[in-house]
């Protein structure tokens, strides 16, 4: 790993929220990592010292597709749970719609059509489907117990859920320790809790996004 200013080893670490089939872990390590790092100053981490972290709960997209790629990349752990605000375990909700999704190709590329769709944590998203308890992790928890000097990248779509999770890492302050997140958000719900408020989906997520800028870098995800 390389060293740090403070002589100790520093590490890449991507945590993917929402990993899917595990194609937006791909399209990092192909486009978007070395991009970033070619930015960076020297003494910053590699892409040969990545870790890289992917939250999933859907057992389709786990058994087909990312324990094979755990398997086969060493830098690669999954964890087979949802992103939450807490440990423990809740109900999660599969996609509801019809067509055969899980048959669409796993792609590594901006637009590209996910298998198995989008799986939620919240009852009220209209595609909301069949009901599936699951583990839960803290993830703001699960992000300060990185190393300070960590260079720590976050991709956040998890369909609804943000809102919530931000309000706990904003509140902490665990966003200021990221280099970088990168948040999908959502407005299939009219209004959400955000910060202790009630508001729109829209207004929620520009709240958001100037708050997380105010001390890391955002980027809009897809």
């Not at 390389?2 to 991507?14: C, H, R, V």
């Not at 892409?47 to 997209?61: C, I, K, W």
């Not at 752990?77 to 909700?93: E, F, M, Q």
């Not at 796993?106 to 590209?112: D, Q, S, V």
């Amino acid at each position: 790993a390389t060293q740090s200013t403070w002589g100790q080893p520093s590490l890449l670490i991507f945590v993917d929220l929402g990993a899917n089939c595990g194609n937006s872990y791909e399209l990092f390590v192909k486009d978007v990592l070395p991009r970033l790092l070619q930015k960076q100053p020297p003494g910053t981490p590699r892409l040969e010292d990545l870790r890289a972290y992917l939250f999933e709960f859907n057992p389709r997209l786990i058994s087909k597709y990312l324990d094979p790629l755990q398997a086969r990349d060493k830098r690669v752990h999954l964890v087979n749970a949802a992103a939450h605000v807490k440990d423990g375990s809740t109900v999660a909700y599969l996609d509801n719609r019809k067509e055969r999704r899980h048959e669409f190709p796993c792609e590594a590329r901006f637009g590209a059509t996910n298998p198995a769709g989008a799986s939620t944590l919240l009852s009220k998203m209209p595609r909301a489907g069949t009901p599936l308890p699951v583990k839960t992790i803290d993830v703001p928890r699960f992000l300060s117990e990185f190393c300070p000097q960590d260079m720590i990248l976050v991709k956040m779509d998890i369909e609804g859920f943000e809102y919530e999770l931000l309000s706990k890492l904003i509140s902490g302050r665990g966003h200021c320790r990221l280099h970088t997140i990168y948040v999908e958000f959502h407005f299939k719900i009219p209004h959400v809790d955000f910060m202790g408020r009630n508001m729109s989906a829209v207004a929620a997520a520009a709240h958001a996004k100037h708050l997380l800028r105010s001390c890391t870098n955002y980027v809009d995800w897809f």
